[in-house]
């Protein structure tokens, strides 16, 4: 084919040559090389420049050039061959692609997995507990079935509930105010969100909830309605303040029974702990039916917080952490954050500003507080009990919370030793979180999620959150839960004479128990966190579900 001859721009490609090569020539050799030698032999030396010259055998040159390296990129040569896998450029395509398909995986946490990595997914650490054969079972008694009928069709007495606090504290709430609505024989008005004056949070229940599924689940045992009627809008209801902690059922009937009859519609707030936790078997199962079954979240949050777990799970077990770092947190539970002296002089200064924000036992000092197991893990005790119960430095760690006192710094100690290191906004692809940005309730709704279905939990700290995904994954079969044993562990982390041997035979030992396995419900505790043996029953014991 004729090459117009205007078009004279050569085309330079480099090939890059193993130093082996170059280091095996003489130095003479490698200057004949790279110098153009003399010409003994004028004939041949003409006939290669005219050779050269021919436009055709450059196209043949590089047709037979990039076709080897075409041929190459197909059979995945470029291991075993000792050359630049992109001569002239013909393969930037194929390495932009590559590059776009790294960053992605970096974008989910994905790495690479070596033989070393498959030996630490076989670590003790992620052993499960024995869960002794339990499993959920709600079995009620013909009493409860008899009285459901008459209560899902009442149509006169209605429940208004609003609940406060954070999405795990509403979330306790709402559990109890379904059973209060069961001991009054009233109709439910979906629970009223109070909004959030530390985060500022509006959401309403079909925000956070899966309000269709939450009527559907307890339709036998509450009638859920979304609205009052047009006989009640006109209803003032008065609130009723009285409700004192741990009130009984008996408590219940006998205060507001008369005034839901009176008046139609009963308003009751602040319900965190008003209703005991020591209930009749038939109401400890609707605490655990609500809790585990009827308050599923929305299908949008259900949906993020699968694909933020796919994205933990794609490169093998991972463990979750709730830390509990966050400023108010220090502040609230009278203890310091242990990273400088400026900080804990803030966190001093500002309890002393607003003492009213300190929970409890305000005449103990910080160091009596630390001891008796009230403070919070920071990030190096989190780190050393980790290690002490065996989790490989490989471990892929997703951590639930708010952002730290100390930011990036406050985590130091955790990120160095396992630096698979994650939350939610490091595994979320570009958009993802933006509907969910300004809404604390929704955000820890993915937390939620993302912990739940770890293969390890640990909590740095008790709390709402910590306990409810305790009875979550107790329920689901007694998955590895980590309860951290502060009363006894903490004068060994004090204790700098010890051995990291014997530090860890000591931690391992103080948490043989704490690691998630089946532990009775005592008098006091809520079953939503216990839920053995109101709520599950192994093999001696009678069973069903729901």
Known sequence: MAVSKTNKKKQQCYIAVPSQIINSLSPSGLQSLLLSPKKKNPSFSVKLKILLNNPRFWVLFLFVFCFVG???????????LPFTPTPCGI??????????????QLSIGAVNVGEEVKEDEKSEFWKQPDGLGYRPCLDISSEYRKTSLDNVKGRTRYLLVVVSGG??????QIVDAVVIARILGAALVVPILQVNVIWGDES????IFDLDHFKEVLANDVRIVSSLPSTHVMTRPMEEKRTPLHASPEWIRSHYTRKLRRDGVLLLRSLDSRLSKDLPADLQKLRCKVAFHALRFS????ELGNKLTERMRSKGPYVALHLRMEKDVWVRTGCLPGLSHEYDEMINNERKRRPELLTSRSNMTYHDRKLAGLCSLNALEVTRLLKALGAPKSARIYWAGGVPLGGKEALQPLTSEFPQFYNKEDLALPGELEPFAKKASLMAALDYIVSENSNVFMPSHGGNMGHAIQGQRAYAGHKKTITPNKRQMLQHFLNSSLSETEFNRIILDLHRDSLGQPELRKAG???TKYPVPECMCNGTMSHSSI
């Open 525 to 527: 505790r809520d079953v």
């Open 70 to 80: 075409m041929m190459k990129m197909w059979f995945n040569f470029e291991t075993s």
């Open 299 to 302: 299908p949008s949050i259900l």
């Open 204 to 207: 309403e229940f079909s925000d």
């Open 91 to 104: 393969f930037q395509e194929k390495n932009s692609f590559l590059n776009e398909n790294l960053a992605s």
């Open 167 to 172: 999405m795990n504290q509403q979330r306790n």
